[in-house]
């Protein structure tokens, strides 16, 4: 069974661009997370999907990122325009809607310039 | 959601048993425990839940005291390949809600040969 996959997994973007991360969650999987990982900040929670819906889109991150999940099988995150400060690891993590354990992708590195 | 405690650091050598603790002392009666350990360039990936007593599974063990403040991840003689960070996490999943799952900063074990 394939995991989630996420692409790319390394971009680097120069400030005031426009970047879109994707992410194919494990099949079957109702929920779908994005996070956000930095050495500082730890893991922050940007989005939650339920059966496709916007469930949470992480308060202070509605500035410049927009995630939307158009089909189950299916997400991506926008982040528009890019800044340095979105320097991170971009996490995507899916699970079965009943139960709790999430199935992470291998992330997507950005570097901001 | 209670918050939980973790040292931020452990060093062991290999073959050695690892206890890693966790703190979570607002734990709710619908919440549970979750750890998960998260290797350098991937995702977290989930290691073993629990509600209360001991749970066993291949990877690891889990202690959860009386009260249910404390919890104790057991990783039996660990290799390289467990140097990681942990984290512990509770979480309520009541009404079958998979509400999404807090990290903290985790404890980092460090392995050596």
């Known amino acids: 069974d394939a995991g989630v996959t996420q692409t790319p997994r390394h971009e680097v973007a120069e400030k005031g661009q426009t970047i879109i991360l994707k992410c194919e969650p494990v099949s079957g999987h109702n929920d779908l997370f994005w996070y956000r990982q930095t050495k500082i900040q730890g893991l922050e929670l940007l989005s939650y999907f339920r059966s496709k819906s916007l469930m949470e889109d992480g308060g202070a991150f509605k500035d410049r990122f927009k995630a939307e999940m158009l089909n189950s099988s299916f997400s991506t995150l926008k982040i528009q325009p890019t800044e340095p400060k979105d320097s991170a690891v971009y996490l995507c993590?899916?699970?079965?809607?009943?139960?709790?354990?999430?199935?992470f992708g291998e992330g997507s590195r950005l570097i901001v310039v | 959601l209670a918050k939980t405690t973790q040292p931020p650091s452990m060093e062991a050598y290999e073959g050695q048993e690892v206890n890693v603790s966790c703190s979570h002392t607002n734990i709710a009666t619908s919440e549970y425990i979750y750890w998960y350990r998260q290797v350098p360039h991937q995702g977290p990936q989930f290691i073993i839940q629990?509600?209360?007593d001991y749970v066993v599974n291949e990877v690891a063990s889990l202690f959860i005291s009386a009260d249910r403040k404390l919890s104790t991840l057991s990783l039996p003689w660990v290799s390289l390949r467990d140097a990681a960070v942990y984290y512990c996490?509770?979480?309520?999943?009541?009404?079958?809600?998979?509400?999404?799952?807090?990290f903290g900063k985790g404890t980092k074990l460090s392995v050596k040969s």
């Open positions: 993590a899916s699970s079965w809607t009943s139960g709790n354990t999430l199935y």
């Open positions: 996490i509770v979480t309520d999943i009541s009404g079958g809600s998979n509400a999404k799952l807090t």
């Open positions: 629990g509600y209360k």
